[in-house]
């Protein structure tokens, strides 16, 4: 039987960075919903569609997607650092409300990691596509502290300087977008168990988590 864990939470709240920390600690595999939407960001923008129809439904399908060393390959290429600029990241947001990605994306992972142990991140993993995972957390921070993570993070990979008030509007757009949509909006499950990562070092909320898995498995 597989053993999964869902955590949950709001853009810059630590999500990808602490789930690759558990997923090689507790030998699962790590997946981040948010790179299969930022795949479809990137393909829409790149190809200059102008709606998600039956074509770009079709065009997306025939990508090859394959997962290798925490990363999605497109056609056995790592586009990782194409997928981190501002305008897929809010463009991924605007694509996860509909129906049609949102299908394609559950797909593509149950394809992927049928029967696998995993640890995954995103917005709607407790509630929506694993609501019967083994565990669940929902990760919190203030708009600021997850603002100066992204602007770290974007000079890191791209070695360019962001303007934080930027930043930090943008991420406040796309919380508002995230709990506001329609379809599987970024909610808390019920049961998962909420943890606040403003001021804490990736090292505190590895250990708080890590207690848990053990205590659990």
Not at 63 to 78: A, G, H, M, P, Q
Not at 95 to 124: P, Q, S, T, W, Y
Not at 189 to 213: G, H, L, M, P, R
Request: hydrophobic share 35%.
């Amino acid at each position: 039987m597989s053993f999964i864990i869902a955590i949950d939470g709001p853009a810059g709240s630590g999500k990808s960075t602490i789930s690759k920390i558990l997923a090689k600690k507790n030998n699962l595999i790590f997946i981040s919903s948010g790179q299969l939407y930022r795949i479809c960001s990137w393909f829409y923008l790149k190809k200059q569609y102008e709606n998600v129809d039956d074509k770009f439904i079709n065009e997306i399908n025939k990508l090859n997607i394959t997962y290798e060393n925490d990363s999605f390959l497109v056609n056995n290429k790592n586009i990782g650092n194409e997928l981190i600029s501002n305008e897929v990241s809010m463009h991924a947001s605007n694509l996860a409300i509909n129906e049609k990605i949102r299908e394609f994306v559950n797909l593509k992972i149950n394809e992927i990691f049928k029967n696998k142990d995993i640890i995954m991140d995103g917005r709607d993993i407790g509630t929506k596509v694993f609501p019967n995972a083994n565990l669940k957390f929902f990760l919190t921070a203030s708009l600021l502290e997850r603002s100066r993570r992204r602007q770290k993070e974007l000079k890191q990979k791209n070695n360019t300087k962001c303007s934080l008030l930027k930043i930090y509007l943008e991420i406040k757009k796309r919380d508002k977008q995230d709990k506001n949509r329609e379809i599987a909006p970024l909610t808390k499950a019920k049961d998962a168990i909420v943890i606040k990562t403003t001021n804490k070092s990736i090292e505190d909320i590895e250990k708080i988590i890590q207690k848990i898995i053990d205590e659990k498995r």
